[in-house]
């Protein structure tokens, strides 16, 4: 059966008739009679012998081959043809497996944010509370059935020895996770900083456009302490020391120190101990923070580098939440070292700090109005264990106990909606130390910040936090210049009187 006819055979070659010769013109009457092997012709003298190709045959050859080209064409058009929709259809599927690689993508992380938020509801929500009492049943359950069997007393012993193995347990691994929080990290990382820092990550020259020196000193605890030296444009003798909190590093000032240089005060900004790339007590383990109880040390250091290797006449301690504990015990402890102390968001004491952290965190998993004698309990313990692992074996101690010893004016600054430091600790530091000098009113002040997160006082306005620090800086510094005029006054005037 023929295939039926192509519209490119009609277009490209004759219609022929269904005898192929009827097209040809007949051969001449002599040549019909004549024996094809022997014609001859006055105008052809070429003999036609037997096997020639007649004279007729590229007449006939030629719509053949005509024929066969368009066929061919044909074919190569439609290998063509075929050829641009496979890649075609390759493109489309391609285009179509992106797109939907990209509605999975989406759908994947809707899916995580919705797990997430689940988690956060779980974790924070009030209404999934636990019964203490009934877990810790649930999870003995295996354990109860031999203990059955055992004596009495036995069984008692083994009871009060599980309870304090796991209650002991549990007090360290809360005291571990203060002293070496989430946050805490060794050297100067570049990778999950806080955002309050606004990109003041680097050093004094790139972030400031300040030339700095890499100095280094010896730490009360043995080690090396490492920090830079900033100095003021305008030498005025003048320092400000920076202390940073726990887990960061000498960068948490970087935003505040070219205000300080502005005004004419040089900078000193270092690592505490085990912190930054200061020394610690080991190089394989870091302890992390004792809150004030080592690095109030650190401070003094810093302020005896500045004051007999950098020729300092007048130190300012500039601190913030750990920091600013630690300078506030400092300078009560070498008030000869220090003419003024600013301190954002301060805690009163370790352990209190870190009761309200259990308190807050229990909230989100037990009834806020059940336990509470056990709670207590348990959280004055881990207190105290973080007490004694920072040195203190019979009591508390903190700022808040040194601060009426101060001999420099003091600046509290705290925010209302620090989630980290309560607010009443900074107004508890403040009470105590007015206090301690009611006929000397001059001596404290307290700033009052609102929506203001930790150690983003600063953050939250510059210009007002400028405003408010370093006017008071100044003053300070007036102040004691004066009393120091006036005390070797006085002394002149003894020394002629005798």
Partial sequence: ?????????????????????SCLPLPPATMLAAPPFEVSSAKDPMPFRLGAQPPWSSTLRSPASGVGTAIRSLRKARRTVLHAARARRWHFDAEKWRLMLSHWQTDLQTTQRQVGAEVDEFIQSPHLLFA??????????????????MPTFLLAMFVVFTVL???????LFATEVAMRPPWYKRGLPSKDLPPYW??????????????????????????????????????????????HGVGRDRRTFLRHAGDFLGAGYSCLLFDLSEHGLSDGASK???????FGAREQYDVVAAAEFLKFKEGAERIVFVGTSCGASSSIMAAAARPDLVDCVVGENPFTRADELLRHHLDSLSKNYLSQNSH??????????????????????????????VVGKLECPLLIAHSTEDDVVPYEHGVRIYEAAMGAKEGNKD??????????????????DPEMWTGMVLPFVQRALERREKGEKGEKGEKGVAAGTE
């Fill in 198 to 243: 606004k990109g003041f990550v680097h050093d004094p020259l790139v972030d400031l456009g300040f030339e700095f020196d890499d100095v280094e000193f010896p730490s009360g605890s043995g080690g090396l302490l490492r920090g830079w030296v900033v100095r003021a444009r305008k030498r005025s003798g003048k320092f400000a020391l920076f202390v």
């Fill in 284 to 290: 394989e383990f870091a302890r992390g923070t004792l």
């Fill in 443 to 460: 001596m404290a002040f307290f700033f009052k910040c609102s929506e203001a997160a930790h150690c983003a006082l600063y953050d939250k």
């Fill in 165 to 171: 193995w796991y209650t002991s347990c549990l007090l």
């Fill in 1 to 21: 059966m023929k295939p039926p006819p192509s519209p490119l055979d009609s277009a490209r070659a004759p219609a022929l008739p269904a005898d192929p010769h």
């Fill in 132 to 149: 203490p009492i009934r877990m810790a049943v649930t999870l003995a359950v295996p354990l109860l059935i031999p203990l059955c069997f």
């Fill in 372 to 401: 509470q004698t056990v709670r207590g309990v348990v959280f004055w313990l881990a207190g105290r264990l973080l007490m004694v692992r920072m040195g203190y074996y019979i009591r508390s101690y903190g700022a808040i106990d």
